[in-house]
């Protein structure tokens, strides 16, 4: 039983471990289910639901027989959710951080107008920024917003805090989305903010997010390190006898992944 307020047992179990796998390298040996159990008073249960947490997170690997592993932490998440990257390296057992580029109203472009479904040159928030996981460069990061997040997200201090935490404290309730997700190369100024050099390959992915009601709320592109990130694909294969085509790189939620040219 946990009082208001707190977290489960096996939740307060798991941030610890996060923690400490921070500072493990790969491949070093995390306690058995019975030794946390002693170690934080808990039932081998509770020890037990917390480690596979970690295990579903890929942040370790269970040896029946030989024992629990650290692996190297990735980054990189499941194409059918969406995570803040906040939540998403906090989740790898990494520090996010963030450079703020640009925060600005501005017209919206006729691509813009069209991806929020709002009249083209009406005001729309632009956010840019460099997001960073124990201070390296993960993803150059620009989200256009409808001009009604301005009062929300201009005053924001998001080098810190999380977008979609701030939409969702003004009421902007984030729902659902789509994307498209493709190959591309980095161009100079790529290079220089993710520190990698001109023409490395990016992962590039462009989504539009709406609320509860409908709304097209926001639309953004995400540059990824390709060496730095990665998605988890899940599917399904079909027979041959299958009707239809089966769209190269879809995935079982519909989103698209574009391969690069073979």
């Given at each position: ?191 220089r903010l993710l520190g990698i050099r001109p023409g490395d390959p990016l992962l590039v992915e462009r989504r539009v997010i709406v609320d509860a009601h409908g709304r097209r709320i926001e639309a953004t592109e995400s540059r990824y ?38």
């Amino acid at each position: 039983m946990t009082h208001a307020g707190q977290q489960p047992q096996h939740r307060q179990i798991e941030q610890a471990l996060r923690a400490r796998i921070a500072s493990l390298a790969p491949g070093e040996r995390m306690p058995s289910d019975s030794e946390l159990s002693a170690e934080f008073g808990v039932s081998r249960m509770t020890a037990r639901h917390a480690m596979q947490r970690l295990a579903d997170d890929g942040l370790i690997r269970r040896e029946p027989g030989r024992g629990t592993f650290v692996l190297r932490r990735p980054a990189h998440r499941r194409t059918n959710r969406l995570m803040t990257f906040t939540q998403e390296m906090t989740r790898a057992g990494r520090v996010p951080s963030s450079r703020v580029l640009t925060q600005v109203v501005r017209p919206s472009s006729a691509e813009e107008a069209a991806a929020l479904e709002i009249p083209v040159r009406q005001p729309v928030v632009e956010l840019r920024r460099l997001r960073l996981a124990d201070g390296e460069p993960i993803v150059l990061e620009t989200a256009v917003l409808i001009g009604a997040t301005a009062p929300a997200v201009l005053p924001a201090d998001l080098s810190n805090a999380s977008l979609h935490e701030t939409l969702g404290q003004a009421d902007f309730v984030l729902r659902h989305g789509t994307g498209t997700i493709s190959a591309a190369a980095a161009t100079a100024e790529d290079a220089r903010l993710l520190g990698i050099r001109p023409g490395d390959p990016l992962l590039v992915e462009r989504r539009v997010i709406v609320d509860a009601h409908g709304r097209r709320i926001e639309a953004t592109e995400s540059r990824y390190a390709a060496g730095r990130y990665g998605l988890e694909v899940q599917f399904d294969v079909e027979g041959p006898d299958a009707e239809g085509t089966t769209v190269e790189g879809a995935d079982t939620q519909g989103r698209v992944v574009e391969a690069p040219n073979r």
